[in-house]
């Protein structure tokens, strides 16, 4: 895997196929692991309707979750998403190629979920950013976007950065981020939209806490424009 | 010279493939109510859908996504969801009335009735979309569906005054019976039948059954931009018949055979045989077309293999889907349910949930990530956003003009 993607944008939601050009899944959510260091690196892609149906907003995906649990009571491991490792991951275009055949692929973690250092993507995203003023973020801003980098060791990716800004409709169009014109009216709309979006470095003043759920950023947070 | 017989064969099935029970019906109807005081309207759709066709056609190519997912990947997994179900419902009613078109298509030739007829041709849907090959079932279906050029040579042959019917081609020639709510319905209807959303998911999802890549793209243009505007014109065809025929008589259309009878006036029993199999040849492609989108936007949002291009077995949920669909289908029609009155529902609701499935092709069709050089030049852009608010203002109006003319009735 090479170069940086923002993982709502560029991973999420889209289709994998193995190494046979065999449709195989969506990604329906990403696992992240939290380092001994505190990095936040992409581990596995979550898959099934343990992983799709929390993404349906708190209150629904709630609901719709734990419909899904006990209609499935009775089986092990239907409450759990399936997984497929960061590693079999080759390249991430417009589809996202691994490098193994899809046969009997997918399946839960041995150990279950529960580990603390594992979070959801889809947990992240949305959580509200709780920023001192001097930060400059908007008051209710949200987080909208993980920004992964390749780590120069090799081939691991890390989470370099948040995408923050108001929770507002249009994030996943892509105009926030890249500055070539689209239709104008829908793409300046979206950017206005979009204005007060900022791209928060991890590292000192970002404490992330998905189980109070939120974010807190101080003044000693790198904070830079989301467009160029 | 084989690439200029595959460019023929593209845009004569496009011809032939463009009309389905939506566009007979309506445009019948509509000929028979309205003259030609709409026709302006199928122009609209049908530039519509070649603007749409085209940049889902060069997704595919270019990246080989097809229409559901670039649904999901930008609207999110819940608004897309929404979507779905709203297109799903749409291109299953589609469906329906397209399995009732070709059970009405054979009534005409057996005198069986066609609720009868029902059950065999859903098998026969079901048989063809299980065994038969992707492009044997658009070049063959598709070259039948041109006998509907029946319809232009009856319209020449019945030798209206060409002046005197172009004449009536502007709005304000609405005849005075009718209100303007229900020329705003019909409208809305003749958009909707035009814009299906179905054949977005089918023209971009065949892309990819068919494995176009970036060389393929001027063939697909050739085919969506004189296929198309053909196969529209036989649209007009149907409309104007009916104009000739039907309107002068007062007589509304509410069978096929309705649609017919222009032809038969025109051309007696042969062309009518024509045209019946045009009937045929076009709603059973159009069923087969819309069967399969059911298959693809599902699969396509969740995930899992679909297409023809893989063995059954390899697309096992595809196929699942596809004969719980004909099943279903084939259970609304054996209640008896009328299927004119089907496709007249769905051409109205086709219009309501078009804005959820072009707005995103526009978006895509503008991101470089997906089509690199490919992307949507100016023009394409312009003719994009015009055509999103022209398709809101359908949708948005679709309903409150249901109510108010009761389907059309007032």
């Known amino acids: 895997m090479t170069g940086s993607y923002d993982a709502a944008l560029?991973?999420?939601?889209?289709?994998?196929?193995?190494?046979?050009?065999?449709?195989?899944?969506?990604v329906d959510d990403v696992e992240l692991t939290v380092g001994a260091d505190g990095s936040l690196v992409p581990t596995a892609l979550l898959v099934g309707l343990p992983a799709l149906l929390p993404r349906f907003g708190r209150h629904l995906g709630d609901v719709l979750t734990r419909t899904h649990a006990q209609t499935f009571e009775a089986q092990a491991g239907r409450a759990v998403p399936d997984v497929i490792e960061i590693d079999l991951v080759e390249e991430i275009t417009s589809e996202v190629h691994l490098s193994v055949p899809r046969k009997g692929l997918l399946q839960p973690r041995a150990e279950g979920e529960a580990a603390p250092e594992r979070i959801r993507l889809g947990d992240l995203l949305g959580l509200p950013v709780a920023a001192d003023t001097g930060t400059g973020l908007h008051r209710r801003s949200r987080v909208l976007d993980v920004r992964v980098v390749p780590v120069p060791d090799g081939r691991r990716t890390v989470v370099d950065a948040l995408v923050v800004g108001p929770g507002r409709p249009g994030a996943l169009l892509g105009y926030d981020r890249r500055s070539e014109p689209g239709p104008w009216l829908v793409a300046d709309l979206v950017r206005w939209l979009h204005r007060h979006a900022r791209v928060v470095a991890l590292g000192p003043g970002v404490e992330i806490d998905v189980p109070r759920g939120e974010v807190r950023i101080s003044e000693r947070a790198s904070v830079a424009p989301l467009l160029g | 010279m084989k690439r200029y017989l595959n460019v023929l064969l593209g845009v004569?099935?496009?011809?032939?493939?463009?009309?389905?029970?939506?566009?007979?019906?309506?445009?019948?109807?509509?000929?028979?109510?309205?003259?030609l005081s709409l026709v302006w309207v199928v122009v609209l759709g049908v530039v519509g859908i070649c603007v749409f066709a085209e940049m889902s056609g060069r997704i595919a190519a270019v990246s080989g996504r097809a229409t559901f997912d670039l649904v999901r990947e930008r609207l999110g997994p819940r608004m897309g969801f929404l979507n779905l179900v709203g297109s799903m419902l749409v291109t299953l009613l589609t469906f329906i009335a397209e399995i009732g078109g070709v059970a009405l298509a054979l009534q005409l030739v057996s005198s069986v009735n066609h609720v009868l007829l029902v059950p065999f041709v859903a098998a026969a849907v079901w048989i063809v979309l299980w065994r038969a090959k992707f492009s044997a079932i658009e070049n063959v279906l598709g070259l039948l569906g041109l006998t509907l050029i029946g319809f232009a040579v009856a319209l020449w042959q019945l030798g209206p005054d060409w002046g005197e019917l172009a004449s009536t081609l502007s709005p304000a020639e609405k005849p005075a019976a009718e209100s303007w709510a229900t020329y705003a319905f019909f409208g809305v209807a003749l958009f909707g039948a035009a814009?299906?959303?179905?054949?977005?998911?089918f023209f971009s999802s065949g892309g990819v059954e068919e494995r176009w890549t970036r060389k393929d793209i001027g063939v697909m243009r050739a085919n969506v931009f004189i296929g198309f505007p053909l196969g529209g014109l036989l649209s007009v065809a149907i409309a104007g018949c009916a104009t000739v025929v039907l309107m002068p008589q007062g007589i509304a259309v509410e069978t096929l055979g309705q649609v017919g009878l222009p032809v038969a006036v025109a051309l007696g029993k042969v062309g009518l045989a024509v045209v019946v199999l045009g009937f045929f040849a076009a709603t059973f492609g159009a069923a087969c077309e819309t069967g399969l989108s059911t298959g693809y936007s599902l699969a396509q949002y969740f995930g899992f293999q679909w297409g023809k291009y893989v063995r059954p077995r390899d697309a096992a949920g595809f196929h699942v889907i596809l004969l719980v669909m004909t099943v279903l289908a084939?259970?609304?029609?054996?209640?008896?349910?009328?299927?004119?009155m089907v496709t007249e529902?769905?051409?109205?609701?086709?219009?309501?949930?078009l804005p959820l499935t072009y707005f995103p092709i526009l978006v895509v069709a503008n991101d470089p990530d997906y089509l690199g050089e490919h992307c949507n030049g100016r023009f394409a852009n312009l003719l994009g956003v015009g055509y999103l608010m022209v398709i809101t203002v359908a949708a948005v109006a679709a309903i409150p003009l249901i109510v108010i003319t009761s389907m059309g009735q007032g």
Request: contains cysteine; proline residues 3%.
């Open chain 2, 330 to 340: 084939a259970g609304v029609l054996l209640t008896g349910v009328d299927p004119i």
């Open chain 2, 345 to 353: 529902i769905s051409v109205v609701f086709s219009a309501v949930a």
């Open chain 1, 10 to 26: 560029h991973l999420l939601d889209r289709q994998v196929v193995d190494s046979d050009g065999r449709l195989v899944c969506k």
């Open chain 2, 195 to 201: 814009m299906t959303p179905y054949e977005v998911f």
């Open chain 2, 12 to 35: 004569l099935t496009a011809i032939g493939g463009f009309v389905d029970i939506g566009d007979l019906v309506t445009n019948a109807q509509v000929g028979a109510r309205f003259g």
